[in-house]
């Protein structure tokens, strides 16, 4: 899943498509998504693009490579290429220029694999302790991935977790929107399974965010009521005062508790 957004300052956002497909129906299927500088993921996506259509051009081409490691690489030295073509002014440039990738896919008579590469062209890969990836602005939503994944939940569990994740990171930050794209492969189809858009006013993605808002809500408002025979609720009582325990406590006191206990 990804999102749309990019943007050069406040004032000159856009909708860009940050996922691109490659699809040779019964022998692979290769995803792309991208994060950083646009200029450098869209003259990358050209390239890779232009070396598939023609087969004189395939050379080297991400639909001739024989696995999906020999994909990643081409990517990483694609990416490489483009950043140092356009970084004329040392590491400052660099920076300024950089993007990073996420490939997945699966090429006949192989499993599927999946791939992070850096703006150097090096890359690392997915693995049962390094079970996904996610580039650009990660640090709202990943707390939620990290904590609700499961290897063994279904497509729609993923989808549906992908969005809160999504949600958190879109209120959080302006440089992340809506629409959102996302696709889901069944392994060894070796083709898309689905592929949508999410748009702004999509009733589901609606129902989940507000739903999920709720369910924050909720624990907040409980952890007022601190029971009489709670030894740590009496100690607070003391300290703000009260010469008893209670059964309320001052939402100051209530909220400090739960920003500690989720950080």
Avoid at 70 to 81: D, F, H, I, N, S
Avoid at 111 to 130: K, Q, W
Wanted: aromatic share 8%.
């Amino acid at each position: 899943m990804s999102d749309t957004r990019t943007n050069a300052g406040v004032d000159n956002i856009s909708t860009v498509k940050k996922m691109h497909t490659w699809e040779v129906p019964g022998e692979r299927v290769i995803v792309i998504m991208t994060a950083g500088n646009l200029a450098t993921t869209q003259s990358v996506i050209s390239l890779l693009d232009e070396r598939s259509k023609a087969p004189e051009d395939r050379s080297p081409s991400i639909l001739e490579a024989p696995s999906m490691f020999q994909v990643a690489r081409e990517v990483g030295r694609t990416l490489k290429e483009v950043i140092q073509s356009n970084a004329t002014t040392g590491m400052e440039a660099d920076g300024a220029f950089g993007a990073t990738m996420i490939i997945g896919g699966q090429i006949k008579g192989s499993p599927p694999r999946l791939f992070l590469v850096y703006p150097e062209g090096n890359f690392i890969e997915a693995s049962d302790d390094t079970p996904f990836f996610q580039i650009g602005e990660a640090k709202y939503g990943k707390p939620i991935i990290v904590r609700a994944h499961d290897p063994t939940m279904r497509f729609e569990d993923a989808v549906k977790l992908l969005m809160v994740s999504f949600d958190s990171t879109i209120k959080s930050n302006l440089s992340v929107g809506l629409p959102l794209d996302y696709l889901t492969y069944d392994r060894d189809s070796l083709s898309i399974t689905h592929a949508e858009r999410i748009e702004a006013d999509d009733p589901y993605f609606q129902t989940v965010s507000n739903g999920w808002g709720r369910r924050l809500r909720s624990p907040l408002i409980n952890c007022l009521n601190l029971p009489s025979s709670d030894p740590a609720g009496a100690a607070r009582q003391r300290v703000l005062g009260g010469s008893a325990p209670a059964l309320w406590a001052p939402p100051r006191l209530c909220v400090f508790h739960c920003l500690c206990f989720i950080l």
